[in-house]
């Protein structure tokens, strides 16, 4: 192997200025990876502070790395003392950024290259010339922080009811390959937590499902897609949030599996990712007492991170935190001892603390006080760089537009993405074969619903997706939004607006019983005009909905799922997909209604 010198990262600077400027060629994967002699020669020559800000990944506001707007500054100074993503770089020494929608860092696939470009100069002008892993969560489903024109997937669980490991190889692939086009180097997916809590408030359709075994090879696939684009796919959360009630955003969430179901249960996604050759895993904010009897958080546990990850699993890639800001991880010891616990149980890469400042400096005191050793730091330094070598990092950071002209949004990509979506709607209910609808008998269609913010850049909101599908292939669609908690002034007003129709199509989103969703489809179906609900999230809500004449589940409510299953509904396309989990009865959940494995076909 060739090893890695300081000239060559500088020649990657000098090759970056023409990138900047977007007239290079787009970035490759770069030949092999440096030695880790080569690394660890380039780590001695790193000052402490440098081996600090080389753990962090941080937010930044702004859509350029020199020049946001206004108040993206403003926002910048207020939680990070900082203007720009340059200064940031400048002044911690940081080893990765995360993209967020919410922090305008997304606005079109030119100008994320242009950040990603920006920031990549900033790093390659550090002292020590290493170019940033800058990383975002891009599940695909209801969790993607970069919309159209790039190609959008459904979601974990949508291919969970496909079943499909080629559909998610293949999404993982072209969606791996989208976002290195944009200088997207690693991305926090696939989700590999096993749903077996229907009240599970953050996780739900992010999972692939509830068989340990059809996860885990569902996993595999998806991290083997991703990674022959040569971006780092991330399994998160580990050691398993699939069974919590409990949102570690805003508590700590506890899990009370034995070790036994443990290993049966949340385990094997784990292990298959491992298996598979996983770049980095994610921690969870969850305490698992079987796991550790202190009941620290996952992220801060030294034997769950140490002891069973690295030592019991064999797991020697990059290991990062959930967001350091969720109160999961916060309450029990409080933002200044979390990093250094964290990197205390064996935590390499610690993302978006709440304040970079207080976290940045508690590490740095630990260890100039001795808690800490230097030799700790290098072990996860080697690790980060080795991620980064393989990636191409270190001799190709920059990428062009023209890059992103010939991989972002293509049409073969977003066709892969329409069949994709078509086997993964699931037909549950079909009273008297009224799916598929057809335009001579139930031409006037009635759309109502709710509509949940749709991904940045979407053809959102959901009734109107859906509406104007219906409008494509023929019918004569009536757009009526109803929200997730219609009044009796509007659901008065939808049942005014069904008289005439030949059918109503309501899209729900997470129905409970006695919810005013609910009361909708219960006053809409009393009028006698046939009724088709369509779950836009958790195909749980089928549940709660026996007024309806047929129900489809489509697991997210982006556009392409919703398109397809559209399709679906109106006949121009099968429904292929079958239940990846257990629906249970309504008025008594210790009873299945539809098994997994359960779909209706035409």
Known sequence: MVPLSRRTVLAAATVGAAAVGLTAPVARAAGAPASDKALKKI?????????????????????????????????????????????????????????????????????????????????????????????????????????????????AMAFGASGSREDARRAGQIAGAELRAIGIRQDYAPDADVNVNPANPVIGVRSFGADPKAVAGLVAAEVKGYQSSHI????????????????????????????????????PPFKAAIAAGID???????????????????????????????????????????????????????????????????????????????????????????????????????RILRLKSKLGLLKEPYVTHAGVDRTVGTR????????????????????????????????????????????????????????????????????LATGTAPSQAVIAQAVAAAKGKDAVVIGTYNVAAGSAQQSLVNAVAATGVPVVTLSMRNPYDVAQLSAADAHLAAYSWIDVELRAAVRVLAGKAEPRGKLPVPVQKADDPAQVLYPIGYGLSY
């Open 43 to 155: 780590i001695s020559g790193m000052s402490l502070e440098e081996k600090v800000g080389q753990l962090f990944v941080m937010r930044v506001y702004g859509h350029s790395a020199t020049d946001p707007d206004q108040a993206d500054i403003d926002a910048n100074l207020e939680e990070i003392g900082v203007r720009t993503a340059a200064e940031l770089i400048e002044k911690y020494k940081l080893g990765g950024i995360i993209y967020f929608a919410w922090a305008h860092n997304v606005r079109d696939p030119h100008q994320i290259a242009d950040l990603s470009n920006g920031i990549q100069k900033a790093g390659l002008q550090q002292p020590s010339r290493i170019p940033l892993l800058i990383s975002t969560d891009q599940e695909h489903g209801i969790v993607a922080r970069v919309g159209k024109p790039a190609t959008l997937f459904p979601g």
């Open 280 to 382: 980095s895993i994610m921690t969870a904010h969850i305490v698992v007492p079987a796991l550790d009897p202190s009941e620290d958080p996952a992220t801060l546990s030294r034997p769950i991170l140490t002891g069973i990850l690295r030592e019991q699993l064999g797991y020697d890639g990059v290991v990062v935190t959930d967001s350091l800001g969720m109160e999961g991880v916060r309450i029990k010891y409080g933002d200044e001892r979390v990093p250094v616990l964290a990197l205390k149980a064996g935590v390499d890469q610690l993302l978006n603390p709440p304040d970079l400042s207080v976290s940045w400096n508690a590490v740095l005191a630990a260890v100039r006080g001795g808690e800490l050793t230097e030799a700790r730091l290098d072990e996860s330094i080697l």
């Open 232 to 267: 780092a796919s991330t399994a998160k959360h580990f050691p398993g949030h699939g069974d919590t009630a409990t949102d570690s955003h805003t508590g700590i969430p506890y899990i009370s599996h034995t070790r036994e179901q443990w290993e049966q249960l949340d385990s």
């Open 412 to 479: 073969a990509h977003l066709a892969t993405a329409d069949k994709i979506a078509e086997r993964t709607t699931t037909l549950l209910v079909n009273k008297k074969g009224l799916l598929p609808l057809s335009r001579r008998t139930h031409k006037h269609v009635l759309v109502l619903g709710a509509n949940p913010a749709s991904p940045s850049l979407s053809d959102g909101p959901p009734t109107t997706v859906i509406g104007a599908a219906l409008t494509e292939l023929g019918f004569s669609a009536t757009v």
